[in-house]
Every structure is written in structure tokens, then in C-alpha cells.
């Protein structure tokens, strides 16, 4: 340690050239990977056949930054807030693996995240690979796996499924959570001109309360809210038996 300081002390005249260097470094990175990742979204969306999942890299590299809204970020804050240290994890749908990465396997003793796309399956376990995150290829009208779980995520992907999909997946969902434990996820409104925002949605909800309907006849506990941008107008949701965050007795918070 004292010959790192030292060496610290040795090159300290060297820092106003290091800064400037290493700043133009990054500026560039950032704008070489911005560009990147534009044009990498130009060409999975902007050319069909559409894909079945988005790959998150873009919204963190280009899309934050290009339209300054965060609501790509907002789907993992909301569920991390459901989840208690050492929990155990589902979920359904997971795409590329990005939140159960960079939001829940920090927090989760174990998560389970399946999808049906083996594109995102593969995906998800060469770029968001974590010791306590299983990816499983799985569709979950048909492939629900089994066991007991303090958390089931289902972010993203419940508009992907019809309205008696929706009602059935619930139930198949509330077997198996805890005595407490907590749904969680977001979808989107549909958009003011009835046209679907993107050709896989089966189902797009109307509204708070269209969406918490599929949630109340199994839950004695529903929390749906919403954040509205120029482009989008986005639901999220906290549903349980016990307690949800921001109820009282949420130990999280002061009481």
C-alpha cells in the first residue's frame, strides 16, 4: 500500500494530461457505441421479421440518451423494490436477461427466469450469465415451472397473451407464490388510436383498473400505477396476499 502511494505521488503532475486523454477516450467510446447501438436497433426493428425480444444493451447505450426517458429503467427499480434479500425468484418471460442481471440477482438468493424464445434463452446466457440466475426455455401456458416462490416477476410480456391466457396464467401464478409472496411487472395502455403497439400483443390494457381486474380475484392486496411519457404510457403492478411495498408494515420503510 505504501508503494502504491507513492507511486500515486510520482504521478501526480501527470494527471491534467491523463484526465484530458482518458475524457476524450470516453467521449468518443460513448459515441461510437451510441452510433452502434443505434443502428443495431435500426436493424432488429426497422426490418421484418420483428423480433420476440428486446435487447436491453440498446436502451442503456443509445436510447436513454437519445430520448432522455428512463422508463426503460423504471421496469427493474419497480419490481427490485418486491423483493426481500435472499428471496427466491421467478420469472416469466424474461427476454435478454437484463434485469434479472442487473436488477434482481444482487438482491435474490435464486432466480428462476424462463421464456420461450430460444433466441433470448441463448442470449440471456452468453451476455447476463450470474451464479444464482437458472435460464430455462419455457412456455408458460404450457411449461409452467413448478415450486414455490417468494417473488414472480412477469414484466414486459402479459399483453403478449390473450385474455383468457391472462386469467388462467394468474391462477397457475398464485400457486405458486408464498402465503405472502409478491407478483410483480408492468405492461403498457394501449394507444389512443386502438392500434397495437406492437403486432406480437395479443392484449393491450385500457387502463389502471382494466388491468387490475385480472389481479384482484386472486389477490387480497393490488397496487396498480402508472408513468406516462410522450411516447408511451406505462403500467406497473404489485399484487399479494402480505404485504406490498409502500403498505403499512412494509419493512422497508419507516412505520
Known amino acids: 500500500m505504501a508503494a502504491l502511494d507513492v507511486l500515486r505521488k510520482r504521478l501526480s503532475f501527470a ?19 451510441a452510433g452502434a447501438h443505434h443502428r443495431l436497433f435500426l436493424a432488429q426493428w426497422g426490418l421484418h421479421p420483428l423480433p420476440e425480444f428486446f435487447e436491453h444493451k440498446i436502451g442503456l447505450y443509445w436510447m436513454w440518451g437519445a430520448n432522455r426517458a428512463p422508463h426503460w429503467l423504471e421496469r427493474g427499480v419497480f419490481s427490485l423494490l418486491a423483493l426481500a434479500p435472499g428471496c427466491k425468484v421467478l420469472e416469466l418471460c424474461c427476454g435478454d436477461g437484463f434485469n434479472a442481471y442487473y436488477f434482481y440477482s444482487s438482491r435474490a438468493g435464486s432466480i428462476h427466469s424462463v421464456d420461450f424464445d430460444p433466441k433470448a434463452i441463448a442470449y440471456a446466457k452468453k451476455h447476463f450469465h450470474a451464479e444464482n440466475v437458472t435460464y430455462t426455455l419455457a412456455d408458460i401456458r404450457t411449461q409452467m415451472p413448478e415450486g414455490v416462490y417468494d417473488n414472480v416477476v412477469w414484466d ?23 402465503a405472502g409472496g409478491i407478483l410483480s411487472g408492468f405492461t403498457i395502455v394501449e394507444r389512443s388510436d386502438g392500434k397495437k403497439s406492437l403486432s406480437h400483443h395479443e392484449y393491450e390494457f385500457k387502463s389502471k383498473d382494466d388491468l387490475a381486474r385480472f389481479l384482484r380475484p386472486h389477490f387480497q392486496n393490488v397496487r396498480v400505477f402508472e408513468t406516462i411519457y410522450s411516447d408511451r404510457h406505462n403500467l406497473y403492478f404489485w399484487a399479494s396476499n402480505g404485504i406490498i411495498p409502500f403498505m403499512p408494515g412494509w419493512p422497508a420503510a419507516a412505520n
Not at 494530461?17 to 457505441?33: C, D, H, P, V
Not at 388462467?168 to 400457486?175: D, E, F, G, V
Open 156 to 178: 414486459g410480456a402479459i399483453e403478449h397473451f390473450t385474455e383468457d391466457e391472462i386469467t388462467s396464467l394468474m391462477s397457475n401464478i398464485k400457486r405458486r407464490l408464498t
Open 15 to 33: 494527471k491534467p494530461f491523463l484526465e484530458t486523454l482518458f475524457s476524450l477516450e470516453a467521449r468518443l467510446s460513448e459515441w461510437w457505441a
